[in-house]
Every structure is written in structure tokens, then in C-alpha cells.
């Protein structure tokens, strides 16, 4: 994703080879260290959290060397069109992966709300089971074993982070038209000022949590309410995370003077995915917060 095309000679079907890699290896055995780590970290064996730590550094190390080979190659002018390609429909396909994620989360919240809770509050559950549980969302299941707790409301944290994701993505189309005109400059500014929108984002995501916490009540183990909250909000925040890395990157990239006017796909699949989180945001502004 970190590689834009910059030749015009080499045309298909040149496809670019690159020589045997340890990198594919390498990311395998971290990833292995990282899950046999969780693994063991959530039953209870101490030496489990280590290897996570170990398992993540290992893989954050191999994916640093790796884009460094892919972007050397490039700014080497070994990729042609077709490479420039393959490199499109990867991120297409990897941003649907993610799609694909978060479509399990909502219709979790979807399935929860609409199909269980009417559910389990029907006459024979009610008769049988659970007399007391009130079939309303959220709710504190039945025979109120969870903790009482607050919702969490959309004033003023989550509508002030839904406004910096939305002028997050202008700046970033702004800094896209500005690089697509040359100027360099400009398209600099304004991409360095979407990553502290998106900085100021989750700075802002870290204190609704502490205010969830400690004045709402709200855990992640309040119920089918607290794991989705979390699970949603949370999932999305790391992927705030990862894209202004990505974002982090391309500035820096740019800095370096990589990159031109006509050919910029790792800025353009850098801006992909942040595009996509805004969206993501949006439905779970709506559907977490609101409804």
C-alpha cells in the first residue's frame, strides 16, 4: 500500500519480481509468538503477556523493513503499471476485509437489539425464566445481573469527534487535489493537519473512555450494551490509530520528496482507508450514540 508508481516507460507486461525474502517468514513466526502469547495470556499463564509484547515488536520490526523494500523498489523505478495496479486492488481488497469486520460488530448490535432482547422478554420467557427482566435496550439483563450503569450520550465528546473526522477527511482531499496540482507545500500543511485532527481524535475517544469509566458506570462488562460499545468504539479507534500512521508515513514520504503529481497511489491508499473510518464513524455515531 506504501508504494506509488512513478514510471512511464515500462509498460505491461513487465511485472516486477523482487528477489527471495525473509520478510513473509519472519511476519508468519511473530504472528504465531503473538497468538500462542494471547493464548496463553488469557488463561492465566503470566509468560503469555510477554510473548504478545515480544510477538507485536517482532511483527511491527518486519513490517517496517518490509514497506522500506517496497518503497526502495519503487523510488528505484523497478514498478510498471501493472505493479501500480496489483497495488490498487490489494488496498481494495484488504479496506473490504475491514469492511467485512465491522459489519459483523453492527449486526451483533443489530441481532442484540432488535431480535434477543424482544426475545427473552416474551410470555414464556418472562413466565419461566427471567419474571423481572424488562425487554428494553439497553438493559441490565435478566435478574439484573449487571451493574447499573449510564448510557453514553452523543454531547458533547461524540459529536465533537464526529467534527474533527469529518474536517480530518476535507483537509486530507484538500492536501490530495494540492499534491495532485504540485504543490508540494501546500499538500504538506494539510496533510500534516488532518494527522492532528486525527491525533486530537483519539486523545478526545481516551477521555469519553475515563468519563465512562469512572462517572457512567459504563465497562465492558456491562452487558451486551458495554461489550458492543467497546468492541465498536474501540475497534474503530485502533483504526484511527493505523491510519494516521499510514498518514504519518506518506508526510514523511513527502518530505523525502517521494512521490509526484501524476503517480501517488501510497498517499491515495493512505487517504482510502482514512476515508473509510470516517465512514465507519458515522454509522457508529448514529446507531451507538444516538439510537
Known amino acids: 500500500m506504501s508504494a506509488s508508481h512513478s514510471v512511464h516507460t515500462k509498460e505491461a507486461p513487465y511485472y516486477y519480481v523482487p528477489e527471495s525474502s525473509p520478510h513473509p517468514a519472519r511476519a508468519s513466526v511473530s504472528l504465531l509468538v503473538t497468538m500462542l502469547g494471547a493464548a496463553s495470556w488469557v488463561n492465566g499463564i503470566e ?3 510477554w510473548a504478545v509484547l515480544v510477538g507485536v515488536l517482532s511483527l511491527i520490526t518486519v513490517l517496517y523493513f518490509w514497506f522500506g523494500d517496497a518503497i526502495s523498489e519503487e523510488e528505484a523505478g523497478l514498478n510498471s503499471k501493472r505493479v501500480d495496479v496489483s497495488y490498487r486492488w490489494s488496498m481494495s481488497w484488504f479496506i473490504f476485509s475491514e469492511v467485512m469486520f465491522f459489519a459483523a460488530f453492527f449486526g451483533a448490535l443489530w441481532y442484540v437489539r432488535t431480535v434477543t432482547t424482544p426475545w427473552l422478554g416474551d410470555l414464556d420467557h418472562r413466565l419461566l425464566l427471567w419474571p423481572n427482566f424488562v425487554p428494553t435496550w439497553p438493559n441490565l439483563g435478566p435478574a439484573g445481573v449487571v451493574p447499573a450503569f449510564q448510557t453514553m450520550s452523543p454531547f458533547w465528546l461524540p459529536t465533537i ?5 469529518l474536517s480530518s477527511g476535507v483537509t ?10 504540485n504543490h508540494r507545500g ?3 500543511f494539510w496533510l500534516f493537519l488532518t494527522i492532528v485532527l486525527g491525533a486530537t481524535f483519539v486523545v478526545c475517544q481516551a477521555f469519553e473512555y475515563y468519563h465512562a469509566y469512572h462517572e457512567l458506570n459504563l465497562k465492558f462488562t456491562s452487558g451486551a450494551y458495554g461489550s458492543l460499545f467497546f468492541m465498536l468504539t474501540g475497534f474503530h479507534g485502533f483504526h484511527v490509530i493505523m491510519g494516521a500512521t499510514m498518514l504519518t508515513v506518506m508526510l ?3 518530505l523525502k520528496g517521494h512521490f509526484t503529481a501524476n503517480n501517488h497511489f501510497g498517499f491515495e491508499g493512505a487517504a482510502w482507508y482514512w476515508h473509510f473510518v470516517d465512514v465507519v464513524w458515522l454509522g457508529l455515531y448514529i ?5
Open 47 to 49: 509468560l503469555g503477556k
Open 161 to 165: 469527534n464526529t467534527a474533527l473526522l
Open 172 to 181: 486530507l482531499t484538500i492536501s490530495h487535489h494540492a499534491l495532485r496540482e
Open 186 to 188: 501546500k499538500s504538506e
Open 252 to 254: 514523511i514520504r513527502m
Open 287 to 291: 446507531f451507538v450514540y444516538w439510537m
